[in-house]
């Protein structure tokens, strides 16, 4: 439906007899984060057995695939390709047999001086097999001269510049890693096993906790070097100061489920608020409030409460037309959206409806559902997003179309109104996005909306993504 693509979903379990399928369960809680391939590594007797492949997490492992993967220790991943094409060499995680013994990495975020860590390592004689940024980590950690993992993960790591929130996996410790922004979520948490002792728990959402029955312990702080082996757990900071933390706050607007706690913050009640102080900063008469399913609708509520304006299902969404549909012929195209979304007539005939959704990214979709709207039998339409215009690409993790795809770059929102066929179109703005989330705008990452990008771009900026 839309142009954003979520980022990806890392996991990690140690010290858990069923490992593997824990870490199955938490991609399948995350798959909203990565539906273009997916894979396990598990650590049994020193050695790592690894599955991946090309599709949704269900579809990539069955019965024997889980059984095949042994050991009480497991990473996972879940990708959307934000460096590199949708190839199973780049499907994660990364492994390889280094001299010090099997490694497998999983990583969230984009690394944006990949591009020249890779040309240099590539001209001191390393191969690469895919194209995604994440193997130059394990380069970089393959030519360290320690035998230390975590001394190798110290001096590797800051050489990178953008988002990383790293699992790693070797033959005796598992070790998460968060960049010193904090762009990318990453939190800890902890699982009885069958003998009755904690069992350890990465996993780039606390939703994925909720699936697997593990509680809810602390975030991994940016910067934090974090990791666990036979003997309990370990900590230490990275050797690297920024000026700003850089949370990227897309994801309390639209990438993490709603159910999720991100960042210190529930997804949901964020949402809600947002939805809130849109009713205050826009008031318009209406007599329902509808929101896009099913992105718009704790926001949907907040305005709802906010206004006293009565909310209603006025969409329903088919929630069994999945990324393969097979598109129909241009003579009945018409229909993509309707086959997504069915208006009620009984709930829109002649109302004033105000719909509200979470992001308007290109336009088209937001013009096709209120073309719907208005076929059944809305008097009005009146749009409200729940967060300012999206201006400018991310570079940190999320794959956003070129910035001229961005309809709010280069149109005012009275074009953008007319556009969507609207009969009137406001966004929430930044001053209150982050008054809604109750934090300073310097903790988070908002260049999508503001353009105040927390790093340098290495050219970037002038290659759009």
């Not at 040309?119 to 360290?144: A, C, P, W, Y």
């Not at 728990?201 to 509680?215: K, M, P």
């Not at 996005?433 to 109750?438: I, P, R």
């Amino acid at each position: 439906m839309k142009t954003w693509r979520e980022e990806c979903a890392v996991i990690g379990i140690w010290n858990h007899e069923e490992a593997s399928r824990l870490a199955y369960l938490g991609l399948f809680a995350m798959q909203h984060r990565g539906q273009e391939s997916a894979g396990v590594v598990s650590l049994h007797e020193n050695h790592h057995i690894h599955h991946k492949g090309l599709g949704l997490v269900g579809d990539v492992f069955s019965e024997p695939d889980l059984i095949r993967l042994k050991g009480a220790a497991a990473v996972g991943h879940a990708r959307y390709s934000t460096t590199g094409q949708n190839l199973l060499t780049n499907a994660q995680p990364i492994t390889a047999q280094l001299l010090n013994g099997p490694l497998a990495v999983a990583h969230n975020g984009n690394l944006i001086n990949a591009h020249e860590l890779r040309e240099k390592l590539q001209k001191e004689g390393s191969i690469f097999q895919g194209t995604n940024d994440t193997e130059v980590l394990m380069h970089l950690l393959s030519r360290h001269p320690s035998n230390d993992l975590i001394k190798a993960l110290q001096d590797s790591v800051v050489q990178l510049e953008g988002a990383f929130s790293f699992v790693v996996m070797s033959h005796d410790r598992l070790v998460a890693i968060r960049d010193p922004y904090g762009f990318r979520p990453l939190v800890l948490g902890k699982k009885k096993n069958a003998a009755g002792e904690w069992a350890y728990v990465l996993a780039s959402e606390t939703c994925a906790f909720d699936l697997i029955g593990a509680q809810f312990v602390r975030e991994i702080e940016p910067g934090e070097i974090f990791w666990v082996d036979q003997q309990g757990e370990h900590q230490l900071m990275m050797d690297r100061k920024v000026s700003r933390k850089a949370r990227c706050i897309f994801e309390h607007v639209y990438f993490a489920r709603p159910d999720s706690v991100v960042f210190g913050h529930s997804v949901y009640e964020s949402r809600k608020s947002f939805g809130r102080y849109l009713a205050k900063e826009n008031k318009v008469e209406a007599d329902i409030v509808v929101p896009v399913p099913d992105s718009g609708v704790p926001a949907a509520i907040g305005y709802s409460l906010e206004s006293g304006i009565p909310f209603e299902l006025g969409i329903i969404r088919n929630h069994y037309v999945g990324r393969t549909f097979i598109q129909p012929q241009q003579s009945i195209r018409s229909f993509g959206v309707k086959i997504k979304l069915n208006p009620q007539s009984a709930v829109l005939q002649g109302k004033r409806v105000i719909v509200i959704d979470d992001s308007l990214v290109r336009g088209t979709t937001s013009n096709k559902i209120i073309g719907l709207i208005r076929a059944a039998g809305a008097k009005e339409v009146h749009m409200r997003i729940a967060a300012p215009p999206t201006i400018n690409p991310c570079y940190y993790g999320v794959d956003t179309p070129h910035k001229s795809q961005l309809i709010a770059s280069h149109q005012s929102v009275e074009e953008i109104r007319k556009f969507i066929d609207a009969d009137s179109l406001t966004y929430l703005s930044l001053e209150g996005l982050f008054a809604a989330m109750k934090a300073k705008s310097d903790s988070f990452c908002a260049a999508c909306f503001d353009g105040n990008y927390p790093t340098p771009l290495h050219g970037l900026d002038r290659i759009s993504p």
